[in-house]
């Protein structure tokens, strides 16, 4: 188990602008950032940063000289990672969209993914505002099955997927799923972080689908890290 309180915040940019309705930096940004740190970069890798959010991981890439393209379905995260790749002094590109779309006909080195992964009552991810972040069908999946399945797409030979999520979307599941689309797959990295004001709301729902036990209070975080062979 990787304690919270080791986690790489330094990794991270400092005084990052975050815009109303924006993902703010959490322990789930902080645990992909270390996992990141462990990867080679240099001025010949090419990164995708799927979800960016506010163009945190991004940036941190770019800092290696890396050439790095961020994508994500809000437009405001759009605005503010251009704003913070800006303020950094960093170079980005930061397009708008499903990251599928956007990034068709393209290979990376590596992948970042922060994706949606909370679940939630509503039989569909939400098209608009704020819980477009986190809700991410019933059982949490709603992105991290796409990505299982676009990653052989989005990889050359030797390309790295790290993708951060829930232990209550299921582990297993997404290795299982990589390792059938063609590459190796292993949990690389967990954290366990008190429950946030999102999950507290859903106790009752989250126990009724056996994602939760009655008293708990945390929630426990992994790293997926997968290679195309």
């Known amino acids: 188990m990787v304690p919270s309180t080791a986690l ?14 924006v993902y703010r930096p959490q322990t789930d940004t902080w ?19 799927i979800g960016t959010g506010t163009g945190a991981l991004a940036l941190s890439a770019a800092r290696t000289g890396a050439h790095v393209a961020a994508v994500d379905v809000s437009w405001r995260a759009v605005v503010t990672a251009r704003l913070n790749s800006f303020r950094q002094r960093l170079p980005l590109r930061v397009m708008h969209g499903d990251f599928a779309n956007r990034t ?5 080195d590596i992948v970042l993914a922060n994706p949606p992964y909370v679940p939630s009552a509503r039989p569909r991810p939400p098209t608009r505002g704020v819980a477009r972040a986190w809700d991410a069908g019933p059982d949490g999946r709603a992105v991290v099955d796409r990505l ?24 297993e599941s997404t290795t299982d799923r990589l390792k ?13 972080v008190p429950w946030g004001p999102v999950l507290r709301a859903r106790r009752t729902w989250l126990q009724s689908r056996g994602l939760a036990d009655d008293g708990d209070e945390h929630e426990e975080l992994v790293i997926i890290r997968a290679e195309l062979l």
């Open 8 to 21: 790489a915040l330094g990794a991270l940019p400092a005084r990052l602008i975050v815009l109303p309705g």
């Open 31 to 49: 645990l992909l950032a270390q996992a990141l740190s462990h990867e080679e970069m240099g001025a010949a890798t090419d990164v995708l940063d």
């Open 104 to 108: 068709r006909g393209r290979r990376f």
């Open 148 to 171: 299982c399945v676009q990653a052989p797409a989005l990889l050359r030979p030797g390309g790295v997927l790290l993708m951060v999520h829930s232990a209550m979307c299921g582990p």
């Open 180 to 192: 059938a689309a063609g590459l190796t797959a292993q949990v690389t990295a967990r954290a366990v």
